[in-house]
């Protein structure tokens, strides 16, 4: 199946931090067609491969409470043929 193109995400934060964030106020949202609110929080701590190489793991997860209109895939062979969906409901992404 081909590549669906590029994702943008927004980080907010404070300024002058590494790695950098967006403004403050940038919209976190990921996930497009979305009515309601999101919530977000960045998680940071170690992590060491099985070569026990270490890390510092930075993520973060959104949470979505509201209205979604996406893409249902009408045809299972053919890459972005889509019908619209419907959905109402918490969503979580990390």
Do not use: C, L, W
């Amino acid at each position: 199946m081909p590549p669906y193109g590029r994702a943008t995400s927004f980080f907010p934060g404070p300024p002058n931090q590494n790695p950098p964030f967006d403004p403050m106020n940038a919209d976190p949202h990921v996930i497009t067609n979305f009515r309601g609110v999101t919530a977000m929080g960045y998680t940071s701590g170690p992590a060491m491969d099985g070569q026990g190489n270490k890390y510092i793991v930075i993520t973060d997860i959104r949470v979505y409470q509201g209205e979604y209109t996406g893409g249902e895939i009408a045809d299972p062979n053919s890459a972005g043929a889509t019908k619209s969906a419907h959905a109402r409901g918490t969503f979580v992404e990390i």
